[in-house]
């Protein structure tokens, strides 16, 4: 990587966006994001990790500090998830705590400044590694069609294939109406995972535009220096209320699709 003394700012940021690529066929359909891959895997097998740290020494007594932060956590995610969720199905649970505490910590990458991870990868001879995988549309938009794949399954296991089908052609409008109840049900069955991947990706990218612009202010001087420094802590400070609160709606609108898929219209 170039030295960031000859990189415009345009061209700075426009690195740091840029994801390391690899092909494994032809076409752009065949092009692998390998640092959201890798990143995202790595952030999954921390999680996994860090909730088996708090159980290893888990007692019934009095809780050390991790325990006792791990089950608060757990507690908030499942009874967020059971006054959503009102069907039977005890896999809700289980999802809600694996989507917001996996991009929990895909979005917490947002804290650790570009340079911090680029320079190094640079001197190893990885050109471009863009940290935050949400900030990816590629992972959002997998983590949505996981979703609307759950959606499918909860609804065929509650209604049978024939109970969906007839659902999907007859409502909202009756059977007479099939036609425009089947472009109303597509419209709306695709455009709950669209929504998902599209909020999130739009929150984390747009604030990682912010973060590399206030990191391009903090080089241009002294003056930008302390500007930078103090619009970063501001903007630090901010995304400790917005990361959370992205991965808490992702968790939640998921909930909510997946208890709506099982009523009945």
């Known amino acids: 990587m170039a030295a960031h003394g000859e990189l415009t700012p345009t061209s700075y940021i426009q690195h740091h966006l840029q994801n390391l690529t690899a ?109 935050v995988p949400t900030a990816d549309v590629n992972a959002t938009l997998g983590l949505s069609i996981s979703v609307f794949f759950l959606m499918l399954f909860f609804a065929l296991r509650s209604k049978g294939l024939g109970g969906f089908t007839k659902e999907f052609l007859t409502a909202p409008f009756g059977k007479w109406m099939m036609p425009f109840n089947l472009i109303l049900n597509i419209v709306e069955w695709l455009s709950k995972p669209i929504s998902l991947a599209m909020r999130l990706f739009g929150n984390m990218f747009g604030g990682e535009i912010v973060f590399l612009l206030i990191w391009v202010l903090g080089g241009a001087g002294l003056l930008g220096l302390l500007g930078g420094a103090t619009f970063g802590l501001g903007w630090m400070i901010f995304h400790l209320l917005v990361i959370p609160l992205q991965a808490f709606i992702f968790m939640m609108l998921s909930i909510v699709y997946l208890s709506l898929s099982e009523d009945s219209h």
Request: no cysteine; proline share 5%; net charge neutral.
């Open 23 to 131: 092909q494994v066929g032809e076409g752009s359909f065949m092009t692998l994001h390998v640092d959201t891959l890798v990143t995202s895997l790595v952030m999954g097998l921390l999680v996994v990790m860090l909730f088996w740290l708090g159980t290893r020494k888990a007692t019934a007594g009095v809780p050390g500090k991790w325990q006792a932060f791990v089950e608060i956590m757990l507690e908030f995610v499942d009874k967020q998830a059971r006054d959503t969720y009102h069907g039977a199905s005890k896999l809700v649970t289980p999802i809600a705590i694996t989507l917001f505490f996996w991009i929990l910590l895909m979005n917490m990458l947002k804290f650790i400044p570009a340079d911090f991870i680029a320079v190094p990868l640079s001197w190893v001879g990885v050109e471009y590694w863009k940290p």
